[in-house]
């Protein structure tokens, strides 16, 4: 009886024993994906980053960056590290979202300031401008994040 009672606990550790190693290994794959994931979403954040910056040096509203000129397409994408960082050389890239027309553009006026602001300069009077930005993200496995952001701008109204 008690040979029997001690196999009997003897299976049950081993079953408790290969469930807790299982489980590890499932968390550590989920992990990774997270992980991969995460890159793609910085990746996306260091792409609206720049496009803010080309957003800041365009001269009007209907200007429109040239790709990949001014900012990086699918086709030519910015690498963010070197290719020594990773095991099989690919790195985090960004890049303008091929899917809208026009990745970065002008959208509108904001709303004119009335109130407790003078928005002159040299007798010009200015208005925020609102530019659209939609950008992707890409991991070194592939995984893609999309971010769409709208930026505001100062520019001189009566274009």
Not at 27 to 39: C, I, L
Not at 110 to 127: F, H, R, S, V
Request: hydrophobic share 40%; net charge negative; aromatic share 8%.
């Amino acid at each position: 009886m008690a040979l029997m009672l001690s196999i009997l606990l003897l299976i049950t550790v081993s079953a408790l024993a290969l469930s807790t190693m299982q489980t590890a290994a499932t968390d550590g794959s989920v992990a990774g994906f997270q992980n991969q994931e995460t890159m793609a979403f910085y990746a996306a954040e260091a792409a609206i980053a720049e496009a803010r910056e080309v957003v800041r040096e365009m001269g009007e509203r209907s200007q429109v960056p040239a790709y990949p000129a001014d900012f990086p397409n699918q086709a030519n994408p910015t690498q963010l590290s070197t290719a020594s960082s990773y095991e099989t050389g690919a790195q985090p890239v960004y890049y303008a979202d091929p899917n809208p027309p026009t990745p970065i553009a002008y959208v509108g006026e904001g709303k004119q300031c009335t109130e407790g602001c003078n928005m002159t300069l040299g007798g010009a009077k200015y208005n925020h401008t609102k530019w659209q930005i939609n950008v992707v993200g890409e991991s070194p496995s592939g995984d893609q994040k999309r971010l769409e952001v709208v930026a505001t701008r100062l520019l001189a109204v009566g274009y």
